[in-house]
């Protein structure tokens, strides 16, 4: 098994008037390559804090974070913004596509921003995987869901090695959200990635490999 992230007695603290709010209290996590983990937790529990946490937005209060044998915490912070891009895809609740672009300029940008010739095969089969046809159509042009499975595409694209997936169905249909997670599920198992996802949502843990639990900043595995 190869460790992707790895993160050790991990706590954070924010200091809010004068008080101290316990956001994460020692979690130990590990993800492999080729592993799907969801992660479970009401509202409050500290899901986004172990997610920014997780994809190197903000650092630990106390704790280390690994990926791949790299730790995060030395990287500068230009180094981490290079990391974030390489290797990280993160899906979130609400699309924040760009209003003055086409579906397939979002993915023209990014090969733009990498240097690279635009591949319309890959974006056009990614987008069409998850039901996405409107390629030239504008974000405003399009439903919540059909938002969303863009910005699912879009995060795929760079063929990340870490998925990060904070409620990626939350705007979805209960048909749309089974397919995002066993798309999910299948790029995790057939290409080797490592994919976590956040939701509240348990009929949708069915086809993880593993599951954790989150309650007031404290997390274990359930299963
Ligand atoms: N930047 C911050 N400053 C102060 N407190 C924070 C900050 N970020 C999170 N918290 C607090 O940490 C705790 C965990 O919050 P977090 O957003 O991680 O939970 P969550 O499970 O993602 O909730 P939700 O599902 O409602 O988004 C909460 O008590 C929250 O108020």
Not at 69 to 86: A, I, S
């Amino acid at each position: 098994m190869v460790a992707v992230l790895t993160m050790s007695g991990i706590s954070k603290q924010f200091a809010v008037g004068g008080q101290i709010v316990h956001a994460l209290t020692n979690v130990n996590f590990e993800i492999n390559a080729g592993e799907f983990i969801s992660v479970l937790g009401p509202s409050g529990s500290g899901k986004s804090t172990f997610l920014t946490l997780a994809g190197c937005l903000q650092q630990p209060t106390t704790g280390i974070i690994n990926f791949s044998g790299k730790q995060l915490n030395d990287l500068t912070k230009q180094q981490k913004t290079k990391f974030r891009f390489d290797e990280l895809g993160f899906i979130l609740q609400n699309s924040n596509l760009i209003s003055f672009l086409t579906v397939i300029d979002h993915f023209k940008l990014i090969d733009q921003l990498s240097h690279r010739k635009f591949n319309r095969f890959k974006a056009t089969k990614l987008l069409q995987d998850l039901g996405v046809t409107q390629f030239t159509a504008y974000p405003n042009q399009l439903s919540g869901g059909q938002r969303q499975r863009v910005a699912i595409a879009k995060a795929l694209y760079n063929n990340p090695r870490l998925i990060l997936a904070d409620e990626p169905t939350a705007s979805l249909d209960t048909k749309r959200s089974f397919q995002v997670v066993d798309l999910l599920v299948d790029l995790a198992h057939a290409q080797n990635k490592a994919a976590v996802m956040v939701t509240h949502d348990e009929r949708l843990i069915g086809k993880s490999d593993r599951v954790y639990q989150i309650e007031d900043g404290r997390m274990q595995q359930i299963n």
